[in-house]
């Protein structure tokens, strides 16, 4: 059976690192972003599940990974292992505490060209079955280059741009290279929720299980969340959305049904209620000054397929799908909406960048968001402002194509708060100062894990910003877990920018075109300087794959741009495969009490940018004392040129306490 696995898996392209998995019953380990919680305690969100790594549990199935290579299936795992199952094949789970709903985040092949398949998977609690789950690779499964295809046997989308494989520009190549397919896949795993009918005790198991004859030749469970989930909410003094005519099976589309009852709603000042069920709506419901509840997200599902519109939109879209928008920044926006208690799930299949098919969206200022649940469209939040004073908090934001929030151009103080992130496909939170700057928001209390794309969290300019107590754990390729970035146009940084009290696991990933390892955090001047008072205290960078902290610009612009004083102060770095630090771009910074241990190479790697003057890198560095682990030696300062972007790389051991 293992051999056929390797097999399937290696006919898609993906690489399986494989470890022996144990039959034997294993007690409950329960994980946050697959570390000992103790190790995270008081960072990211308060979650109301308890997480499980598949590889913990017992199973007769096979164990891959750890690995963290790009475009493979135990990279975009959570802690970069999972457990792959064939037909007849188990893992197990005890449950820690009572519980009667899961979710299971997973992985089955797509379709030999592409669109995904559909596979079973049976649930059984203490031995009996409770149901089979109809799991899908219909919303997974990527590949090429940026904006990506569903297509695996296609050929380039950008032949003239230049590629690492062959480390040409294939257009401009003689002979043409071969380039293999399918190219760079990616985007492997969905996730799914069940409820399951009755609470079961601390202790009980839950056995998930191939079921003979299944046509998917593997299956990958990465993790199992259980919840105990309360009763549905009732809103008896509202306007009730069954009396407009909504259909609560989803048989029949309910947006006409919604807009009324909303419209009702605001002249009666009444809530709408939106009782348990499935509701189709298949287009944006447009908010403005009215509150919006379900039952709760388990309970109450506004669910849509995207469409296809005759012509495309002025702002560019060529479909249109579920979503609740506020007004457009240029018609006034809209104020005074509150979401809460209800699913968003959408159909978005493909990244098209113009398309407006995003769950929540347009400009909405002293708002709020809470306790949403956000599936399967492009973006989970993309918020056009000028806006501001909305409040996002307790929501949960999985399966993306692109961002899971991101507020762009003017949106000031805001907060985005105790929300969880897992697999999106572009960064998972982003202030993108475009045109005008974001000012005065707080990224607070959040975690974040597999971003596919890009960075956990990613500060493109602004003012006065603040970033403090996430986790942030596993991002993939072409990002980290945070930047600070001046780039997309973005205007400048000013004001203070405060990142402070996160955590990143498992960060800093191997940066494809440039060869290098980022760091877990991350400075890219690309456009502009990056020159405001920034300080960055009190984070934890644990298990880098490469570098803990970067500070970098590109070559073209190595002479033109800076980073002239940025603040580190009371930082722990356990484990770096390289370097704490790795300077490449002129500028200066300060540490103080920055304690590293398990450092795999010269504590320091200083290129400046790269002009090797006799009187050092064009990057000094300050020492505020406090520096322990000696990563920081007298000898390296001020500037001190160490330069080595590609040392070899020294795994570090697990993180554990302080």
Avoid at 151 to 169: K, M, Q, R, Y
Avoid at 306 to 318: H, R
Avoid at 415 to 422: A, D, K, L, Y
Avoid at 573 to 581: A, C, H, P, Q
């Amino acid at each position: 059976m293992r051999i056929l696995l390797a097999a399937a898996l290696a006919a898609t392209g993906l690489a399986v690192l494989q470890t022996p998995a144990s039959a034997s019953a294993k007690p409950p380990v329960v994980t946050r972003a697959a570390l000992d919680p103790a190790l995270v305690a008081g960072r990211g969100a308060d979650v109301d599940f308890a997480e499980q790594e598949a590889e913990n549990a017992t199973t007769n199935g096979t164990v891959i990974g750890p690995g963290r290579d790009a475009y493979t299936l135990p990279a975009e795992a959570s802690g970069r292992k999972a457990v792959t199952l064939t037909p007849g094949q188990y893992v197990e789970f005890t449950l820690p505490k009572a519980a009667n709903a899961i979710t299971v985040r997973y992985s089955i092949p797509d379709a030999p060209g592409g669109g995904g398949i559909t596979a079973p998977l049976d649930v059984a609690v203490n031995g009996h079955k409770r149901a089979t789950m109809t799991l899908t690779s219909q919303y997974a499964w990527l590949y090429n280059q940026y904006p990506f295809s569903n297509d695996p046997n296609a050929g380039l989308l950008h032949p003239d741009w230049w590629i690492t494989e062959c480390s040409c520009v294939p257009d401009a190549t003689t002979p043409a290279p071969e380039i293999a397919k399918p190219f760079r896949p990616n985007h492997f795993y969905d996730e799914q929720r069940l409820l399951l009918g009755r609470t079961y005790r601390a202790g009980d198991t839950v056995r998930l299980t191939v079921p003979a004859g299944s046509n998917a030749a593997w299956t990958a469970v990465d993790l199992l969340d259980s919840h105990l989930v309360g009763p549905p909410r009732v809103e008896v003094v509202a306007a009730n959305v069954l009396a407009f005519g909504a259909d609560p099976t989803g048989r029949r589309d309910s947006a006409g049904a919604i807009d009324k009852a909303i419209a009702f709603a605001r002249r009666a000042h009444l809530k709408v209620y939106i009782p348990p069920g499935t509701y189709q709506v298949n287009r944006h419901i447009v908010v403005d000054d009215v509150t919006i509840t379900g039952a709760g997200s388990w309970y109450t599902i506004i669910k849509g397929r995207q469409t296809d519109l005759d012509t495309p939109a002025p702002d560019g879209s060529v479909h249109t799908g579920v979503g609740f928008y506020g007004k457009d920044a240029s018609a006034g926006g809209s104020r005074d909406v509150h979401l809460s208690g209800f699913a968003i799930e959408g159909d978005v299949r493909e990244r098209i960048d113009t398309d407006q098919v995003n769950g929540v969206g347009g400009a909405m200022s002293d708002s709020t968001i809470d306790g949403l649940y956000i599936r399967h469209t492009k973006v989970g939040m993309w918020f056009d402002g000028p806006m501001r004073n909305i409040k996002i908090i307790n929501n949960v934001i999985v399966d993306q194509i692109a961002d899971g929030l991101n507020f762009h151009t003017g949106v000031t103080g805001s907060v985005v708060s105790n929300n969880f992130f897992r697999n999106t496909g572009d960064d998972a939170l982003a202030l993108w100062s475009d045109k005008t700057a974001d000012a005065g928001n707080t990224f607070d209390h959040n975690t974040i894990q597999t971003p596919v794309l890009a960075n956990g969290i990613a500060i493109y300019g602004g003012t006065d910003n603040t970033v403090a107590g996430n986790l942030i754990a596993d991002p993939i390729r072409e990002g980290s877990a945070i930047q600070v970035g001046s780039r997309f146009g973005a205007e400048p940084f000013a004001g203070k920018l405060r990142i402070s009290g996160n955590t990143t696991v498992r960060a800093s990933t191997f940066e494809l075109n440039w060869k290098i390892g980022l760091g877990a955090i991350w400075f890219y001047a690309l456009e502009k300087d990056i020159d405001a008072d920034i300080e960055v205290s009190g984070d934890h960078y644990l298990d880098n794959t490469f570098n803990a902290i970067m500070l970098v610009s590109e070559w073209s612009v190595k002479d033109l741009y800076a980073i002239p004083k940025v603040r580190f102060k009371d930082i722990r770095v356990d484990g770096t495969g390289t370097s704490v630090v790795s300077a490449r771009v002129k500028g200066s910074a300060s540490f103080e009490n920055v304690d590293a241990r398990n450092v795999g190479a010269v504590g320091v790697n200083n290129c400046g940018s790269f002009n090797f003057p006799p009187t050092g890198s064009e990057f000094s560095l300050t020492d505020l004392g406090g520096n322990d682990g000696g990563w920081l030696a007298p000898w390296m300062l001020p500037n001190t040129i160490t330069c080595d972007d590609r040392p070899p790389v020294v795994p570090p051991p697990a993180p554990s306490p302080w």
